[in-house]
Each structure stands twice: as structure tokens, then as C-alpha cells.
């Protein structure tokens, strides 16, 4: 066919650009499609598996790079744990508290992992989602209050962990800290906070030391400075905090799961809140925190059991007038 009638085949087909067969070689031997179809279906499986996400963390390079992670297909049935009827496991339980509100995505990384991850180095524990559904802004500190008294008998340590924070090195200690107050998280490996003072992220308590302390405040509504406020707690009840040793992977001790760009945290300061969230709160604590429960609901996600309290808090507008945006 000449180049002419060719043109005029392609206008009585309506196109104006050749199909893509017409730019392929008349000729093509089978074998080599065969070769390539077969390679780009496993990049294409290889994509899906590395892009995905699942109880394991991702790498810190992806984390840099926010790549976006996608549900992993179904994986083979990994080792079983330790039955915690063994000896080993020792005498203490963990009451693993979580503030939460509406982060869904990380509540799903996190329960299967901090699970298997607790389990692993055999420490008893159970996992409390604290999920705040009133109206008020959002009340880390109260929640944690809350959480402590809602644990039950059959706990005696607590551990204030946030959501968005996974161990990465076994080596961290989560065992009862009898000593005094244990900062998992500290400023030498936390991946964003590094100042001395610093408490945040995951502390281990007795519930004996955060009744000394008389929990934390209930004035610190909307982001930022409970941690702070609460160090001095520690130092005024006269203990000392401890931080892990011999700890070599630095800043990629943890894995950060939180996307400032995409979730912005509340960091609005409204009237006297800018001054209030630099003074110490000497009355307030696990005395007045004021809530209710509105349910209590066992959960299994991926094979790991929670208790998911929907809480809902109260708050004295008198007091704290920037419990709400107003």
C-alpha cells in the first residue's frame, strides 16, 4: 500500500494519528513479546509489593520521599508469638495508652505492630485506643488521663505513646521501669525533638509515679507543650527521668509516621493560651479531668487485640476558654 492510499484508509477511519499496532514492525517474532510481557508483569508485581503498606514500617528514604504506601496483598502466615502462659514473660503488664482522633491509617500500622513488637520481647500488655469524639479541640494530655484511669486493676505500668512513633531496634527496652520514669522516645534518637527536656512521643510510668505526679494537665487543648509541663511534674514529685543506653541506630531508632503537609497539626494559640501553655498547672490532673465513656469496644486489627474507648471530654469554658476555636 502506498503512502497515499494509506493516508486516505486512515481518513475514512476517522483518525488522524495511526494506531499504535501501525508504528509496531509488520513483522514481530513471538517470542520476544512473550519476553516482554512477561517482564513488565513482574515490575509490575514487584511495584505493588515494594509500594505497599503493611504492619512493617517504611524506610526512612521512602518516608523522605513521602512515597505513598497502598494495602499489601495477603502474605504468608508469619511465625507464631510466645503463649504468654510461659515464665519468661514475667510478672508486670503494660497498659499501652494511645491518644487518637480521627487517624485511622496510622491506628491500622500501629496496633498489629507495637503488637507483635511487645510480644516479641514478651511483655504483657494491652493496647487502649483513647479516641476523643466530643467537640472540643483535641486534648492529648486529658486523654492520657483517662486512659490511666480506665486500664484497669490489671495493669501496673503505663506507657504514653503516640500513634505515629514505631520502635525500629529491638533493643528498646519496654519492661517495667521500677526506677523512675523511662523516656523511650529521647532527644538523642527521637527523629524530630532534641532538646534535654524533652518527654514526649513514648514514656513509661509505674501507675504508683503517675499518681505521684497527679497525671498531667487538663488545660493543654490543641497542640504542643503538655510534654513539657509535664517534665517538670516529674521533677517536682522527685524523680529522675532514665532514657535507653547503648542505642547505635540514632534517628532511625523510630520510623515517624505522621505527614505534617498532609495532616497540619493544631497549633493555633488563642488569647491567654500563648502564656497559660508556659506555666505550670499546680491543682489539675487525674484529680479533675472531667469525661465521659461514651462505649468501650474490644477490636482485633489484623490479629491484635485493642480496647478502644470513645471518650468524651469536658471542658470549663471559664477555665480554659481556648478548649474550642470560639
Not at 72 to 101: N, T, Y
Not at 138 to 163: C, K, P, Q, W
Not at 173 to 194: I, K, T
Not at 206 to 219: L, P, V
Amino acid at each position: 500500500m502506498g503512502p497515499a492510499r494509506r493516508r486516505a484508509v486512515l481518513r475514512l477511519r476517522g483518525g488522524g494519528s495511526p494506531p499504535i499496532l501501525a508504528l509496531l514492525p509488520h513483522r514481530i517474532p513471538v517470542f520476544p513479546l512473550f519476553f516482554l510481557a512477561l517482564l513488565l508483569g513482574f515490575a509490575s508485581l514487584l511495584w505493588l509489593q515494594l509500594s505497599c503498606s503493611g504492619e512493617e514500617p517504611v524506610t526512612g528514604e521512602e518516608q523522605s520521599r513521602g512515597v505513598p504506601r497502598q494495602p499489601c496483598p495477603p502474605q504468608a502466615p508469619r511465625a507464631p508469638l510466645p503463649p504468654e502462659d510461659e515464665p519468661s514473660w514475667g510478672p508486670h503488664r503494660l497498659a499501652l495508652l494511645v491518644p487518637f482522633r480521627e487517624r485511622f491509617e496510622e491506628l491500622m500500622a500501629f496496633v498489629p505492630y507495637m503488637h507483635r513488637f511487645l510480644s516479641k520481647k514478651r511483655i504483657r500488655h494491652h493496647i487502649f485506643i483513647l479516641n476523643q469524639v466530643d467537640h472540643f479541640r483535641f486534648n492529648r494530655a486529658s486523654l492520657i488521663n483517662v486512659g490511666f484511669l480506665e486500664s484497669g486493676n490489671d495493669t501496673d505500668y503505663i506507657a504514653m505513646h503516640d500513634v505515629d512513633l514505631l520502635p525500629l531496634n529491638e533493643q528498646l527496652d519496654y519492661s517495667f521501669p521500677e526506677a523512675g520514669p523511662f523516656h523511650v522516645a529521647s532527644p538523642e534518637l527521637h527523629p524530630l525533638y532534641h532538646y534535654k527536656t524533652y518527654v514526649g512521643g513514648i514514656l513509661l510510668l509505674t501507675k504508683q509515679h503517675y499518681e505521684m505526679c497527679n497525671g498531667m494537665s487538663n488545660r493543654f487543648w490543641g497542640w504542643g507543650r503538655e510534654d513539657d509541663e509535664f517534665y517538670r511534674r516529674i521533677k517536682g514529685a522527685g524523680l529522675q527521668v532514665r532514657r535507653p543506653s547503648g542505642i547505635t541506630t540514632g534517628y532511625e531508632t523510630f520510623q515517624h509516621l505522621h505527614d505534617p503537609a498532609w495532616r497540619k497539626r493544631d497549633q493555633k494559640r488563642i488569647a491567654a493560651q500563648k502564656q497559660e501553655q508556659f506555666k505550670v498547672d499546680r491543682e489539675g490532673g487525674l484529680n479533675n479531668v472531667r469525661y465521659q465513656i461514651e462505649s468501650r469496644t474490644a477490636l482485633s486489627v489484623a490479629g491484635a487485640p485493642c480496647t478502644v474507648l470513645n471518650v468524651l471530654l469536658d471542658c470549663d469554658t471559664s477555665e480554659t476558654p481556648w478548649c474550642t476555636f470560639g
